[in-house]
Structure formats: structure tokens, C-alpha cells
T-cell receptor, first 116, second 109 residues
Framework: EAEVAQSPRYKITEKSQAVAFWCDPI?????LYWYRQILGQGPELLVQ????????DSQLPKDRFSAERLKGVDSTLKIQPAELGDSAMYLC??????????????FGPGTRLTVL | GDSVTQMEGPVTLSEEAFLTINCTYT??????LFWYVQYPGEGLQLLLK?????DKGSNKGFEATYRKETTSFHLEKGSVQVSDSAVYFC????????FGTGTRLQVFP
């Protein structure tokens, strides 16, 4: 069964350092999502891509976070500089397309970030 | 705005007990509704979904019915197992996926 791949699984960094997370969606999935999940809460959408284009980044802290999906396949989420409050699980998901819940989102295992 | 409210956990049960996790939602329009499960240290897995009123989603013995009149999507299972111990998230999707805060289920033998 096809899965969403993410790496690394765990990342420990010091504040003010740069970190990057990678996601490879299920083959053929045009829509890719990055979520942030703070401990004890549900995931919150950071950014949504349709192919290589950003369609929603309204909750992405653009002063320090950036995301790209250059060839419309895999994607990278970067934080620079990292802050203590960025400690969370970063989840990537993909779906065949976007459209009012019609297409199921499939999640990867996540990257657990700890900022010291 | 759209939102999901779940019962607070943890829910602690003995093996073979009946499970209910309550979920209610607020949404404009007609959302699709989902239950996702998250095992320790892992990402979210889709458990079941329903896309319109009165639909029943089911998987692995879990069921939930889309109740438009009560804006609810309660998760039920007739007989839980230790392996069902996890965090369960209710979610809705109108134009984006919005999650509840999650309910931790602990099942003891």
C-alpha cells in the first residue's frame, strides 16, 4: 500500500538554527499539505499545495517558515530561525485532489521537532 | 468559523467494553466528517468517514453516523481491545480539514 514518506522522523535543534523537513506524497497525488500538531492538540494546516502552487498559506508564519514543492512532487518545509515555540510534530499529508472533503487526506508518520 | 468539539479524555475502559467518543461540529454548508486515529509516535490514519447526512462510516468494528439534526458524529465500538489504545480525532472538511483536540483511549486487559 502506497504511503506518504517523511524525513527525518525526529529532529533536535537549538533555537536560532535552521531546520528542514522533507515529504514525498503518494504517487499521483496532486494536493500536498503540511500540518503542525502541538502536543495534546489536533493538527492545524500550515500550507496547502496544488501541484507546485501554493493555494493556502494563511496560517504559515512567513517571517520564519517557508515551503516549496518545486516539481509538484516532493516538498520541503523550512524553519529559520527556529524558536522554542516551534517544538511540535510536523505532519505531511496528500490527496488525489482538493475539494470540500471529497478526497481523503493520507498522512505520513510525521517529524517530531524539539527546539532547545 | 467551522469547528469540532470532542469529549475530553482520557477514556479508560476494560477490554471488551463498549466505547462511545462524542463529537459535535459547527459548520457552514455541508461538511464531510472523519475519524482519524493516531497511535503513539505515529501520524494519523483515516479510520472512517461519512460525506452526507445519515451516512454511516465503519471500519475495524468502529462506526459513526452523520447526524445533521444534532450536528454530531459520535464514534462507537461494541467491544474494544487493548490494541485500540490510541488518540482519536474527529474532523470536518468544508474547504479545509479541521480537527478536534483529540480523545485519548486507554484499554486495559
Amino acid at each position: 500500500e502506497a504511503e506518504v514518506a517523511q524525513s527525518p522522523r525526529y529532529k533536535i535543534t537549538e533555537k536560532s538554527q535552521a531546520v528542514a523537513f522533507w515529504c514525498d506524497p503518494i504517487s499521483g497525488h496532486a494536493t500536498l499539505y503540511w500540518y503542525r500538531q502541538i502536543l495534546g492538540q489536533g493538527p492545524e494546516l500550515l500550507v496547502q499545495f496544488q501541484d507546485e502552487s501554493v493555494v493556502d498559506d494563511s496560517q504559515l508564519p512567513k517571517d520564519r517558515f517557508s515551503a516549496e514543492r518545486l516539481k509538484g512532487v516532493d516538498s520541503t518545509l523550512k524553519i529559520q530561525p527556529a524558536e522554542l515555540g516551534d517544538s511540535a510534530m510536523y505532519l505531511c499529508a496528500s490527496s488525489l485532489a482538493a475539494g470540500r472533503g471529497k478526497f481523503t487526506q493520507y498522512f505520513g508518520p510525521g517529524t517530531r521537532l524539539t527546539v532547545l | 468559523g467551522d469547528s469540532v468539539t470532542q469529549m475530553e479524555g482520557p477514556v479508560t475502559l476494560s477490554e471488551e467494553a463498549f466505547l462511545t467518543i462524542n463529537c459535535t461540529y459547527t459548520a457552514t454548508g455541508y461538511p464531510s466528517l472523519f475519524w482519524y486515529v493516531q497511535y503513539p509516535g505515529e501520524g494519523l490514519q483515516l479510520l472512517l468517514k461519512a460525506t452526507k447526512a445519515d451516512d454511516k462510516g465503519s471500519n475495524k468494528g468502529f462506526e459513526a453516523t452523520y447526524r445533521k439534526e444534532t450536528t454530531s458524529f459520535h464514534l462507537e465500538k461494541g467491544s474494544v481491545q487493548v490494541s485500540d489504545s490510541a488518540v482519536y480525532f474527529c474532523a470536518l472538511n468544508t474547504d479545509k480539514l479541521i480537527f478536534g483536540t483529540g480523545t485519548r483511549l486507554q484499554v486495559f486487559p
